[in-house]
């Protein structure tokens, strides 16, 4: 770390009183081990915009965060034993060179806020529909080409899927019992995917799909569309 641990150590002892240590755009090559002294204190960690590539096992050790920012970083994988992170509430991987999400994340149960856009995720992680208190996930510009036909269990708010490859929306979207943002902008949908249930009986009120495969026109020609344009309108007016 060079010049930077005397920094760390500054940050720390006011970490250490706070519970909260931001050390970003510093270089790091490695997760710094001297963390170990405040890991069962902190509750926001911020390494965003550094060089790590990998993350320690030890990570298990910081129970009470409830926030950690790890995007634009090297990351290739995420460890196992993030899951031992029960209290997190949100975790920003964004701008990293993941190609898949653990499966063990599942564990995080108060999670509210993944982000992990610009990455090179080939599958939809599908713990996050186990995830009952997650309100927004954003998976735009990854490498996905399909959705779990079953998506009437994803509890977000707001999806955003812009910038992938994905040829199919499933119908069980208009099941998803939160849904009020769908970002779907540049995939390889035709228009035959955008269905009338999801269009006339989702609660879905902001629907991005351009850039697909059909002229944007065209969707106002869908059955259901009229119902959308509803539950949008409502929407703005409420906003104004």
Not at 116 to 124: D, E, K, P, V
Not at 180 to 185: A, F, G, I, P, S
Request: glycine share 4%; with cysteine; charged share 25%.
């Amino acid at each position: 770390m060079g010049n930077s641990a005397g920094s760390l150590e500054k940050h720390m002892d006011t970490a250490d009183k706070t519970g909260a240590l931001c050390f970003s755009h510093k270089k790091l090559d490695k997760f710094p081990v001297a963390l170990q002294k405040v890991s069962g204190k902190l509750r926001n960690l911020d390494l965003s915009h550094n060089q790590l590539t990998t993350l320690p096992p030890w990570i298990e050790s910081f129970t009470q965060l409830r926030n950690l920012h790890l995007n634009d970083n090297r990351l290739k994988a995420l460890p196992n034993e993030l899951a031992a992170l029960v209290k997190l509430e949100s975790l920003h991987v964004e701008r990293n060179h993941l190609t898949a999400l653990p499966e063990s994340l599942a564990q995080l149960k108060n999670l509210k806020e993944l982000g992990a856009a610009q990455n090179r995720l080939g599958q939809f992680p599908a713990f996050t529909l186990t995830l009952k208190k997650l309100d927004t996930l954003n998976l735009a510009q990854n490498a996905l080409v399909a959705l779990p036909a079953d998506m009437s269990s994803l509890a977000v708010l707001e999806l955003d899927l812009n910038q992938n490859q994905i040829t199919v929306m499933p119908d069980t979207l208009a099941r998803c019992p939160r849904l009020k943002t769908l970002r779907m902008e540049e995939n390889c949908l035709p228009l035959t995917e955008v269905s009338e249930m999801v269009l006339a009986q989702s609660s879905i009120s902001s629907l991005s799909l351009s850039g697909n495969l059909f002229n944007d026109k065209k969707l106002a020609d869908q059955p259901g569309y009229d119902k959308y344009l509803e539950r949008y309108t409502a929407i703005r007016r409420k906003l104004d």
